[in-house]
């Protein structure tokens, strides 16, 4: 059982605010579509309906009980127990999409659901450094939040916001960010 206090919302995220999130995936390429925080996969399931293969998507969630949840909903996605801080050593466990050489592919895409502003600052900042060095430098990513103003977290990392916009049909009303390396 997950306690209410360890995740960042009180209700999973509406379809709405999933297929925003989604709408901003290119589902094309041989790139990783990485999702942080997958919690009962409201975002999963509308990438694997925006087109992204199941094979390229990589899913990971912190709490052992939703990884747990996640593996039995979605044939054919990795999914990995672990914390977003570590995903330098995450690409290399043998469940990340490789190569024909056994490589890691590359993280084209981050979806994130991380509560990065309830996460204490000194995590926050691993976050946010591993998040940076293991997206692509074409990359994007895709990050919501219910601070309706201000700036995004990964603005401090180095990314650039290159869309932001309003998500009303979620409780509470949410905010996503679209950043690229600056």
């Known amino acids: 059982m997950v ?9 999973a995220s509406s379809r709405y605010l999933a297929a925003r999130m989604a709408a901003h ?8 579509v990485l999702e942080l925080g997958g919690g009962t996969g409201a975002i999963t399931a509308a990438l694997l ?7 390229r998507l990589v899913v990971v969630e912190h709490a052992a009980p939703l990884a747990r949840h996640l ?24 469940g990340w999409p490789a ?17 990065l502003l309830s996460i204490p600052p000194t995590a926050r900042g691993r976050i946010l450094a591993a998040g940076r060095q293991a997206l692509a430098p074409d990359g ?16 401090q990392a180095g990314l650039a916001v290159q869309v932001r916009e309003r998500v009303l049909r979620n409780l509470p009303p949410a905010r996503v960010d679209v950043l690229r390396h600056g």
Not at 109 to 114: A, E, Q
């Open 140 to 155: 994007r990513l895709v990050q919501f939040t219910y601070a309706l103003r201000g700036p995004s977290p990964w603005q």
């Open 99 to 115: 190569d024909g050489q056994g490589q890691p592919l590359p993280v084209g895409h981050i979806v994130s659901s991380l509560p």
């Open 25 to 32: 995936v290119e589902q094309d390429g041989p790139a990783v």
């Open 3 to 11: 306690r209410p206090g360890a995740v960042g919302a009180v209700c």
């Open 49 to 55: 309906a925006r087109g992204v293969p199941p094979g």
């Open 71 to 94: 593996r039995q909903r979605f044939a054919g996605v990795h999914v990995i127990h672990g914390d977003a801080a570590d995903l330098a050593q995450l690409r290399q466990r043998p």
